[in-house]
């Protein structure tokens, strides 16, 4: 079945500093592919997705790129704040429709 | 335009009580899906439901668990004789059809169990 893999946290970045959370994919076909965070406390929130090859997904200046070569939709940001500290998941789904496998998750904390 | 409703959002639960709990859609939607999260880990799927109908319970135990969606109400998914084992945080999710679409959550329910 699909799998994803996701770079372990934690992140620990100063503001305005760049970032990136590595997710690579195994999959049947070409699903689309989604980036969740999870601000402390809460449930998870769709940030950004892709549906096809070479797609760029992007939002609240978070941007990820469907590689299809590479297998992978590497989360980057330009500039980080003390704001974007949560957890994000990289996500794809399975099983013929839209049950999600989920990354573990990848903690980010950004002082000041 | 409501978002997914969970609740309780926090449940305490001696050991061999059951916990119920409670998961409205969003309006419109119709495919509701259960996950659990343990600590500092990923969501994990559990059952995919549609209205009357299990379509994929393949991530639930076996023993104790059970879930529902019935034709008027929310969907419950129900834990009988709960373990310590069971504390975590269960998130409910929907979407509008079954294939491609982005899931919403809602915030959770946290289980504990003393």
């Known amino acids: 079945g699909n799998s994803v893999t996701q770079m372990e946290g934690p992140v620990t970045l100063s503001e305005e500093a760049f970032l990136t959370i590595n997710c690579t994919y195994t999959a049947t076909g070409y699903p689309s592919l989604f980036w969740y965070v999870q601000y402390p406390g809460e449930g998870l929130q769709l940030l950004l997705k892709?549906?096809?090859?070479?797609d760029k997904g992007s939002n609240k200046g978070f941007e990820a790129t469907y590689r299809k070569e590479t297998t992978s939709f590497h989360l980057e940001k330009g500039s980080v704040q003390v704001s974007d500290s949560a957890v994000y998941f990289c996500a794809l789904p399975s099983g013929g429709y839209n049950k999600l496998i989920f990354g573990a998750g990848t903690r980010l904390a950004v002082h000041p | 335009n409501a978002g997914v409703m969970q609740n309780p959002r926090h449940l305490v639960r001696r050991r061999g009580q059951e916990a119920r709990l409670r998961c409205s859609p969003m309006?419109?939607?119709?495919?509701v899906y259960w996950y659990r999260q343990l600590p500092e880990e990923g969501l994990k799927f559990m059952v995919y439901?549609?209205?009357?109908?299990?379509?994929?319970e393949s991530g639930m135990p076996k023993e104790r668990f059970s879930a529902e969606f019935p034709k008027e109400g929310p969907s419950i998914l129900r834990i009988q004789q709960v373990v310590r084992g069971d504390s975590a945080a269960y998130f409910c999710a929907s979407s509008p059809t079954s294939i491609n679409q982005p899931q919403h959550f809602g915030d959770g329910t946290r289980l504990s169990i003393l």
């Open positions: 309006k419109g939607h119709s495919h």
């Open positions: 892709a549906t096809k090859a070479d």
């Open positions: 439901l549609q209205k009357e109908n299990i379509i994929d």
